[in-house]
C-alpha cells in the first residue's frame, strides 16, 4: 500500500460525495489519471466550492502527492465554468504544479456522475458495470481531498462539510462533528422556512427522503435539501412503489423520452428505461434482458424528474428491479465497452438552468457560504457503517471516556471498511451492533 493510501486507511477517509467508498482501497493503484469531481453536480449544493475558495493551495498540494503515489501523469479538477470564483482560485492554486490543472465543465447535469466526469475530463469510456480504474483513472470527491489534508497532519474524519439549502431562512454550508441529528442542522440553517416541510438527505435528484429528524450526519451526508411537502421533487420519491408499478403498466407510452435523455444511454451503455419499463409491466417474462438492464441504472433521476411527460419514474422501477434481482442472486450480466458515444449526447444533456424551474427549485437557488459553527452538540450517534463494505468493530465500550479523535471502531480483519473515530470528547452512552452513542457529559 503506498503512503497515501496508508494516510486514508489510518484516517478513516471514505468517498464524502458518493456511496462511501473506502479512499484507502481506492488509492492502492497505479494510474494514468487523478480525477477531482468539484463539479457540484446536485442543484443547491455548494461544499465542493466553498473547499475551493477557502482552501485551494492545500488542496493542490495534496493532489500532487496523490498524483506522485498513484503514478499518474496528471492530475484534473473538474469544476463548473459558472462556478468562476472557485475556478480562478483553483487555477491559482494549480499553478505551480505543470501535472496538474482545472478542467472547466458545462452547466448540465448529472455533471458530476463519475462515468461522465472521466469522459468529460479524459475523453475515456468506463466500461458499463464498470470502474473508472479500468480505463486508468482514479476520481476523489473535493472533500475527500480535503480529508487527506486533514490526515497528513495528524487528524482523522470526525467533521464533515454539509450544506443546508432549500426553504430554511438561512441557508449555508457548516462543518459539523459526525453524528449530529439532520434537526440539529436544520437548526443551524435557521429552521424550516415553511410549515410542511419535507427533508433530502442529499441533492434534489438523488437525495433520500429523510424519515426521522433523529438520523445522523455521516461521513457521506453532503447536503440537507428542506422542500415543501408538495413540492414534485419530494412526490416522487413520497409514491408507494406499488402506485408506481401500476402507473408503468398503464400509462407508459413507449415515448423513449426518458431513454433519450439518459446520460447513462447516450454514453452508449445498454440502458433503455422505456425498455425497463416495458418488462416491469410484463413482469419481466418475456423481455428478460431489459428487466437485467435495470443495474445499470445511476439513479441520477433524469428520467422521472425531467424527462417523463406522464410523471412516471422508470428510477424507482429500476430500483425495485435490483432489489429483487439481488434477492434472486443475480449478478450484473452487463460487461464491457459501451458501444460508444451517442452522436446527439451534446444536444441532449440537461441543461441546470431548465432543471431548477421545472423541479420549483429556482427560488430557493441561494447562496449558501460557509458558516462558521461555534456550538457543540451534546450528544452524537455514530453509525458503524458509513462507508461501502463490512460495518466497523466498536473498540470501546459502555462507560469508556473518550477523547475527540480517538479510534473508536476499526475495520474488521481481511473485511473492506473504514475505521470510525470520536467526533466529541465524553463517554459512550450507548452500544448497538449498528452504532455507538456519546455524550459529553458522563451519564
Given at each position: 500500500m503506498n503512503a497515501v493510501a496508508?494516510?486514508?486507511?489510518?484516517?478513516?477517509?471514505?468517498?464524502?460525495?458518493?456511496a462511501g467508498f473506502p479512499t484507502h482501497v481506492k488509492l492502492d493503484a497505479r494510474v494514468e489519471y487523478v480525477v477531482v469531481n468539484g463539479a457540484e453536480c446536485e442543484p443547491l449544493l455548494t461544499v465542493d466550492q466553498t473547499l475551493l475558495i477557502r482552501d485551494g493551495e492545500r488542496l493542490a498540494a495534496m493532489l500532487e502527492e496523490v498524483r506522485q503515489a498513484l503514478g499518474a501523469q496528471e492530475a484534473r479538477i473538474a469544476i463548473k465554468a459558472k462556478h468562476e470564483k472557485a475556478v480562478a482560485a483553483g487555477k491559482a492554486a494549480v499553478a505551480p504544479y505543470p501535472a496538474l490543472q482545472v478542467v472547466p465543465l458545462g452547466d448540465f447535469y448529472p455533471a458530476g456522475d463519475e462515468f461522465v466526469l472521466v469522459y468529460e475530463t479524459t475523453g475515456r469510456l468506463v466500461p458499463q458495470g464498470g470502474i473508472p480504474l479500468q480505463v486508468g483513472v482514479v476520481v476523489l470527491n473535493v472533500e475527500t481531498l480535503w480529508n487527506l489534508a486533514e490526515a497528513k497532519e495528524g487528524?482523522?474524519?470526525?467533521?464533515?462539510?454539509?450544506?443546508?439549502?432549500?426553504?430554511?431562512?438561512?441557508?449555508?454550508?457548516?462543518?459539523?462533528?459526525l453524528g449530529v441529528s439532520i434537526g440539529e442542522m436544520l437548526t443551524l440553517a435557521g429552521g424550516a422556512g415553511v410549515p410542511d416541510f419535507a427533508v433530502l438527505n442529499g441533492g434534489p435528484m438523488m437525495g433520500?427522503?429523510?424519515?426521522?429528524?433523529?438520523?445522523?450526519?455521516?461521513?457521506?451526508?453532503?447536503?440537507?435539501?428542506?422542500?415543501?411537502?408538495?413540492?414534485?421533487?419530494?412526490?416522487?420519491?413520497?409514491?408507494?412503489?406499488?402506485?408506481?408499478?401500476?402507473?408503468?403498466?398503464?400509462?407508459?407510452?413507449?415515448?423513449?423520452?426518458?431513454?433519450?435523455?439518459?446520460?447513462r444511454h447516450l454514453l452508449g451503455?445498454?440502458?433503455?428505461?422505456?425498455?425497463?419499463?416495458?418488462?416491469?409491466?410484463?413482469?419481466?417474462?418475456?423481455?428478460?434482458?431489459?428487466?437485467?438492464?435495470?443495474?445499470l441504472c445511476s439513479e441520477c433521476g433524469v428520467c422521472d424528474l425531467y424527462a417523463c411527460p406522464l410523471g412516471l419514474s422508470p428510477r424507482r422501477v429500476s430500483q425495485a428491479l435490483k432489489e429483487e434481482l439481488a434477492r434472486q442472486g443475480v449478478k450484473n450480466p452487463h460487461k464491457g465497452a459501451p458501444a460508444g458515444v451517442h452522436s446527439w449526447r451534446s444536444y441532449r444533456r440537461v441543461p441546470v438552468a431548465r432543471l431548477l424551474p421545472r423541479l420549483g427549485l429556482k427560488p430557493y437557488a441561494r447562496p449558501a457560504p460557509a458558516r462558521e459553527v461555534t456550538w457543540e452538540p451534546e450528544q452524537v450517534t455514530l453509525p458503524l457503517k458509513q462507508h461501502?463494505?463490512?460495518?466497523?468493530?466498536?473498540?470501546?465500550?459502555?462507560?469508556?471516556?473518550?477523547?475527540?479523535?480517538?479510534?473508536?471502531?476499526?475495520?474488521?480483519?481481511?473485511?473492506?471498511?473504514?475505521?470510525?473515530?470520536?467526533?466529541?470528547?465524553g463517554w459512550v452512552a450507548e452500544q448497538t451492533p449498528t452504532a455507538l452513542v456519546l455524550v459529553r457529559r458522563r451519564p
Open positions: 496508508e494516510l486514508a486507511r489510518r484516517a478513516g477517509v471514505v468517498g464524502a460525495g458518493g487528524r482523522p474524519v470526525t467533521h464533515k462539510w454539509v450544506t443546508v439549502a432549500g426553504a430554511v431562512k438561512s441557508p449555508g454550508t457548516f462543518r459539523v462533528p433520500k427522503l429523510v424519515e426521522n429528524l433523529a438520523e445522523p450526519v455521516t461521513k457521506t451526508t453532503k447536503g440537507l435539501v428542506v422542500l415543501p411537502r408538495l413540492s414534485p421533487v419530494v412526490q416522487v420519491r413520497a409514491r408507494p412503489l406499488a402506485g408506481i408499478l401500476r402507473q408503468a403498466r398503464a400509462a407508459c407510452c413507449q415515448c423513449q423520452e426518458c431513454t433519450d435523455l439518459c446520460p451503455h445498454g440502458l433503455a428505461p422505456h425498455k425497463v419499463m416495458l418488462a416491469a409491466s410484463y413482469g419481466g417474462s418475456r423481455v428478460a434482458a431489459p428487466v437485467t438492464a435495470a443495474f461501502v463494505g463490512a460495518p466497523a468493530e466498536a473498540v470501546v465500550a459502555v462507560g469508556d471516556r473518550v477523547e475527540a479523535g480517538q479510534l473508536v471502531a476499526e475495520i474488521p480483519a481481511g473485511k473492506l471498511g473504514s475505521r470510525l473515530f470520536a467526533s466529541l470528547s
